[in-house]
């Protein structure tokens, strides 16, 4: 079994920056994707970001010029900065794993609140 544990998540005003990280309990080495999900209260939890094994990245539009993924392979890392925050992401961000074999894991979630 793979856990995934996120940190980085809490309390900024608008327009600061955050950067979460999510960490796997253990090398996995059929990863196909890494991202990052989020849903805020009342919403659909949405894709923000993701990265491929090869390093493609995509991100929602709301997301982009403003959020950058990125991924230390050695340590099954991957990372969401957040930068320019607006009210509208706050949200539960919730990490994801994909295997090349269609097993799926989530993180627990962390907290990001962005105040006026």
């Known amino acids: 079994q793979v856990r995934l544990v996120e940190s980085g998540g809490g309390l900024v005003q608008a327009g600061e920056s955050l950067r979460l990280s999510c960490a796997a309990s253990r090398s996995i080495f059929d990863i196909n994707t890494m991202g990052w999900y989020r849903q805020a209260p009342g919403k659909q939890r949405e894709l923000a970001a993701v990265?491929?094994?090869?390093?493609?990245?995509n991100y929602a539009d709301s997301v982009k010029g403003r959020f950058t993924i990125s991924r230390d392979s050695a340590k099954n890392t991957v990372y969401l900065q957040m930068n320019s925050l607006k009210l509208e992401d706050t949200a539960v961000y919730y990490c994801n794993l994909n295997r090349v074999y269609g097993v799926v894991y989530w993180g627990k979630g962390t907290l990001v609140t962005v105040s006026s």
């Open positions: 990265i491929t094994s090869g390093g493609n990245t």
